[in-house]
């Protein structure tokens, strides 16, 4: 019933930045979270940022200070401020979005960070 489309993924250099935008549509009600998961070939899907309706958001250890996690005004968007990128980040990154008892999962954008 969500639908979740993501974007803003490329190729930078180690110290670049990016923006990544996800835009949640359809019945986009009572979304209550949004953010991102990232995976590394061979590695699992970690947490990478998250918002929630009131503001409230958390960070993984290893983006904290480096990226920030921000909404529209209309809650229907968000983005992902990428600044100080490492080789480590590397990853495809997935939006989701979150209602209660339900969470809709972006198609992946892929972030690469090399020299």
């Not at 639908?3 to 990016?18: A, I, T, Y």
């Not at 061979?42 to 250890?61: E, P, W």
Request: glycine share 12%; hydrophobic share 35%.
């Amino acid at each position: 019933q969500v639908q979740v489309v993501e974007s803003g993924g490329d190729l930078v250099h180690p110290g670049g930045s990016l923006r990544l935008s996800c835009a949640a549509s359809g019945s986009i009600f009572e979304i209550y979270a949004m953010g991102w998961y990232r995976q590394a070939p061979g590695k699992q899907r970690d947490l990478v940022a998250r918002i929630f309706s009131g503001g409230t958001t958390n960070y993984a250890d290893s983006v904290k200070g480096r990226f920030t996690i921000s909404r529209d005004n209309a809650n229907d968007t968000v983005y992902l401020q990428m600044n100080n990128l490492k080789p480590e980040d590397t990853a495809v990154y997935y939006c989701f979005a979150n209602k209660l008892g339900y969470v809709s999962w972006g198609q992946g954008t892929q972030v690469t960070v090399s020299s």
